[in-house]
């Protein structure tokens, strides 16, 4: 059961979209880029179709279905035709094969590919795109989901809406027919199961936490053989998301409240295309392929008995890369683009290379290696087809006296060239002498502002340098990464992280690893990068498998720098403290050490000097006058001492006299 190619808005940016044949994988279709539709034949990998719609560039091809083999053809774009014979019908019905072609603005194009253009188209059902396409068991039946949130019930026979509901209250992106034909899955994110008599829905389903891109049945019959089947009760199918790396699997159970996923199947990336063999019988297990977007194929195969806990792996792991000869000694991987399982369940058809010349190669499945790496020279193979590939566009041989009448003037005639070897170099249609004008002078010419067309040296002034760091990310440019993370504006980091896609999540936070164990300097601008990273896309590292095996370089890390820190906060502490009291003495010897010696000296010539010096003098004399004072007073005490004894009479008596007195 090949998977056709659908999705959401994502998933149609991002990857090619191509589909098998359901009959015996006998053609591959694949749109491009360039909203070119190309039909390869798988036995030789021959281009057998190419379509281009009248509108590719504004209605561009979102998703494929081929119808199943069987029932009636759509009605021809040229009116009625005359009855056919019924060996001519069966011839019909065994050559025919119509793709259903969903578009971007809301139609439905069928195309076919045994006449080799547009059937018929289908308006009015959507008014945006349209996300999935899938034919019912009966070719006149068409079902489509779109972003207009409905699913539309075709009749390609009228080519008219049958039925049209809603589907979702967002956008659905993925349908699913189950195996008899009355039931119908759809999904935007949850999953839902509706009853196609009814219109209403069966059962509900937890789904993904982006929007699904795939789904399919994997089973036909229920694994309890015990129990009345009833045609969708026991029933397993599987589901794929964008941005997410497990594909889950869910059981259709008689119990309403189980809705979450029995059992996932982990891969190395967003898978982009996805093949699988229906187990039919309950100890046949379920073969699963699925092409990643990183270009890997993984094969897995389990039988489905019931809930299983943990993610299962793969069982082996293709991929394709070129022998690295001629002077280049390194291989390089080739991208698969899509794989799927032959009738014999035994052998693989690859589809690997470019989307618009895809080599196709039938390899046998050898599963007791858990990896396998083809080696393939694409530039060989792809030379010997365009050697040998035929074309419908010839080049008429011609001479010098071949006539060629020109469209206008009848009976014109005029000399054809014959068409110059390429040994023969082109003239120069420059002269000589002639300068070339400058941009600058050109677009003067053209009256734009040229100061407006320059732009500063670095980067661009914007608030968000998403584009910048995923181109950087994917082609490992330093100059790129330096320039963006070196970023400090911390709205600018937050809106560069918030935009960024998923999937460049991991490989920022490898750079960012890789980053921190360098210099303290860029480790502390790393780190506002990982603040942003884990806040913003939490929930989606979460969900990852294998998150610590991933992270734990960076785990290792920040356990170190934490160890360190408290021993780094004491002597943080310690040099503060010295670098303060250095500080102190210094601001202290600076200012004993200013100098007072007065840079202006003014004397006034005042009497204080002269008062000082008569103030000595008086000093001086009035020490004299004190000696002559006491001498004075002792000789004033003496004439006093005589006058009284003159007065007694004392005086006048003898020394004899005084005696006898006595």
Not at 580 to 593: F, L, P
Not at 617 to 638: G, L, P
Request: aromatic fraction near 6%; glycine fraction near 6%; charged fraction near 25%.
């Amino acid at each position: 059961m090949a998977a056709a190619a659908c999705g959401g808005e994502a998933a149609v940016a991002t990857r090619a979209l191509c589909a098998f044949s359901p009959r015996d994988r006998r053609f591959f279709a694949i749109s491009g880029s360039d909203g070119r539709l190309r039909v390869w034949e798988t036995a030789n990998s021959r281009l057998q179709h190419e379509y281009v719609p009248s509108a590719h560039l504004s209605a561009a091809c979102t998703c494929l279905a081929w119808a199943p083999p069987g029932g009636r053809p759509p009605p021809s774009k040229d009116g009625p035709q005359r009855k056919k014979r019924k060996s001519e019908v069966a011839e019909v019905d065994k050559q025919l094969d119509i793709l259903a072609i969903g578009t971007a603005v809301g139609s439905i194009l069928l195309y076919s590919t045994v006449k080799g253009e547009l059937q018929s188209k289908l308006d009015g059902g959507h008014d945006n795109r349209v996300n999935c396409v899938r034919w019912h068991q009966d070719n006149c039946c068409l079902y489509s989901c779109s972003e207009d949130k409905h699913i539309v019930e075709w009749n390609t026979q009228t080519c008219k809406v049958k039925c049209k509901w809603k589907g979702d209250n967002s956008s659905v992106t993925s349908l699913c027919i189950s195996p008899d034909g009355k039931m119908l899955l759809s999904a935007g994110r949850t999953i839902k199961l509706w009853d196609l008599e009814t219109k209403e829905v069966y059962r509900h389903f937890t789904g993904h936490a982006t929007s699904v891109s795939s789904l399919m049945f994997t089973t036909v019959k229920p694994m309890n053989e015990n129990k009345s089947f009833d045609g969708i009760t026991g029933l397993y199918f599987l589901s794929g998301a964008i941005h997410d790396r497990l594909l889950s699997v869910w059981q259709i159970r008689s119990d309403r409240k189980e809705k979450n996923a029995v059992m996932s199947f982990t891969v190395t990336d967003e898978p982009t295309f996805i093949d699988l063999t229906v187990s039919e019988v309950k100890e046949e297990p379920v073969k699963l392929a699925v092409v990643c977007r990183d270009g890997q194929l993984h094969l897995f195969e389990h039988i489905l008995n019931g809930y299983c806990k943990k993610p299962l792996t793969s069982n082996c792991t293709i991929q394709i890369a070129t022998p690295g000869n001629d002077g280049d000694s390194t291989p390089k991987p080739v991208p698969i683009l899509a794989a799927a399982f032959c009738t014999d369940k035994q052998s693989l058809l690859l589809v690997y290379g470019n989307s618009l010349q895809p080599i196709i190669e039938k390899v046998s499945l050898n599963t007791t290696e858990s990896h396998v790496c083809l080696i393939r020279d694409i530039q060989k193979v792809l030379s010997l087809k365009t050697d040998v590939a035929l074309t419908k566009v010839k080049t008429p041989v011609v001479n010098l006296d071949t006539k060629v009448l020109v469209p206008g003037i009848p009976g014109h005639s005029t000399a054809v060239k014959t068409p110059s070897s390429g040994k023969e170099k082109k003239k120069n249609k420059r002269k000589p002498g002639e300068t070339e004008e400058s941009i600058e002078q050109r677009l003067e010419a053209l009256d734009i502002d040229v100061s407006k067309v320059k732009t500063p040296g670095g980067l661009p002034q914007t608030d968000s340098f998403a584009v910048l760091l995923v181109q950087g990310l994917e082609s490992n440019d330093a100059e790129i990464l330096n320039r963006v993370l070196n970023t400090r504006k911390e709205n600018v980091i937050k809106n560069t992280v918030a935009r960024m896609p998923i999937h460049a999540v991991i490989p920022l936070l490898h750079e960012l690893t890789k980053r921190l164990q360098g210099n303290p300097y860029s480790a502390s601008l790393m780190v506002r990068w990982l603040k942003s990273v884990f806040t913003l896309h939490a929930s989606y590292l979460s969900t990852l498998p294998d998150l610590i095996p991933q992270l734990g370089m960076l785990y290792q890390l920040m356990e170190s720098r934490v160890k360190t820190l408290q021993k780094l906060s004491r002597l943080h502490g310690r040099l503060f403290i010295l670098v303060t009291q250095v500080a102190a003495s210094e601001t202290v010897q600076d200012v004993t050490e200013v100098n007072q010696t007065a840079k202006l000296v003014y004397e006034d010539e005042s009497s204080e000097e002269e008062g000082s010096d008569d103030e000595m003098i008086a000093d001086k004399d009035s020490d004299e006058n004190w000696d002559e004072d006491e001498e004075k007073e002792e000789q004033s005490d003496e004439q006093d001492m005589t006058v009284e004894k003159e007065i007694n009479g004392d005086s006048d008596l003898e020394p004899e006299n005084e005696s006898e007195e006595e």
